[in-house]
């Protein structure tokens, strides 16, 4: 059973380009969230789509974006690429957003964006 | 949403207990706390979960009071490759106003 994957798993960018990563779940899961890890720091949430739609969202700018297919995958957009977005970029799935108790989430290895 | 406060670092020898406290004191009733583990350059890895009062699993335990305003990881007889940064989460999934973001975590280093 495959976990939760990402690709690529390093980037380099230039400022002002744009970049897409992406993401599969883990099998089973439907639920798929973003981080950004700085280094040093511990992940920060992004956001969260779930059933094709983003369902919350952290304090990121709108130069962050993001989709979610019906297979479940997903993709995480940023433009205009700054200097301080280089980091950790990681994702993780879950199953749902029903129920009372915590899902627990899955996490992938993360892709490393260098941006120069 | 609920914030925590866990110490920075902590060192510890190999079979050694170590314990990890972490304050979230104004945790919701709908909140779970979650502990995970993260590895350099890896994504952080769930290690255990628990609402109240106490939690245990092949690797760790979770011990939380009745205020629930605190909670301590407890890992018995570390080794080596348990050196790691631990986050403390506090949040529901579930949760209208969920948006579930690591603090700095604590650094954990097992010396031999």
């Known amino acids: 059973d495959a976990g939760v994957t990402q690709s690529p798993t390093h980037l380099i960018k230039t400022r002002g380009q744009q970049v897409t990563l992406r993401c599969s779940p883990k099998?089973?899961?439907?639920?798929v969230s973003w981080y950004q890890q700085a280094l040093g720091q511990g992940p920060q949430f992004i956001f969260q789509?779930?059933?094709?739609?983003?369902?919350q969202r952290g304090n990121f700018p709108d130069r962050f974006s993001g989709h979610q297919f019906p297979n479940y995958s997903s993709e995480l957009n940023v433009n205009a690429l700054l200097l301080g977005d280089s980091a950790l970029y990681l994702c993780?799935?879950?199953?749902?957003?029903?129920?009372?108790?915590?899902?627990?989430?899955?996490f992938g290895p993360g892709t490393r964006l260098t941006v120069l | 949403l609920a914030k925590t406060t866990q110490p920075i670092s902590m060192d510890s020898y190999e079979g050694q207990e170590v314990n990890i406290t972490c304050s979230h004191n104004?945790?919701?009733?709908?909140?779970?706390i979650t502990w995970y583990q993260q590895f350099p350059s890896q994504g952080p890895r769930f290690i255990i979960q628990?609402?109240?009062t106490k939690v245990t699993n092949e690797v760790a335990s979770l011990f939380i009071p009745a205020d629930r305003k605190s909670s301590t990881l407890s890992l018995p007889r570390v080794s080596l490759s348990d050196t790691a940064v631990y986050y403390c989460?506090?949040?529901?999934?579930?949760?209208?106003?969920?948006?579930?973001?690591f603090g700095a975590g604590t650094t954990v280093t097992v010396r031999a």
């Open positions: 628990g609402y109240k």
């Open positions: 099998s089973g899961h439907d639920t």
């Open positions: 989460l506090v949040g529901a999934l579930a949760s209208n106003d969920y948006k579930l973001s």
């Open positions: 993780a799935s879950s199953l749902g957003l029903a129920g009372d108790s915590y899902n627990e989430q899955f």
């Open positions: 789509y779930y059933e094709e739609e983003e369902r």
């Open positions: 104004n945790i919701a009733t709908n909140d779970y």
